[in-house]
């Protein structure tokens, strides 16, 4: 699985992986929407400590929803680790 990790790691934060799924969904996006949802996932360490930014999804252990817009990132805790899931058109 590919790695992207946040610029300017702080000690404690938590590797951001992108599975291949969400890269490809990533990729087909309009470019505008692709910058919304790099920037999202840039944020994504800070995130996961505000909970106010992120929703647990229900009937799954650790996965969060992050909103970009009208897009939404699906993403998990994983050990120290996020993995992003996916991104989808909300709808």
């Given at each position: ?23 490809n ?9 692709k ?25 799954l ?31």
């Open positions: 699985m590919p790695t992207a990790q946040r610029d300017g790691d702080s000690v404690g934060s938590p590797q951001v992986l992108i599975s291949n799924t969400a890269i969904m990533i990729s087909s996006l309009h470019h505008a929407d910058e919304r949802v790099e920037k999202t996932i840039r944020q994504l360490t800070f995130t996961v400590k505000d909970q106010s930014k992120a929703e647990p999804l229900k009937g252990e650790n996965a969060y929803v992050a909103r970009s817009g009208d897009l939404r990132v699906i993403f998990k805790r994983e050990g120290a680790s996020l993995v992003i899931q996916s991104v989808v058109k909300r709808g």
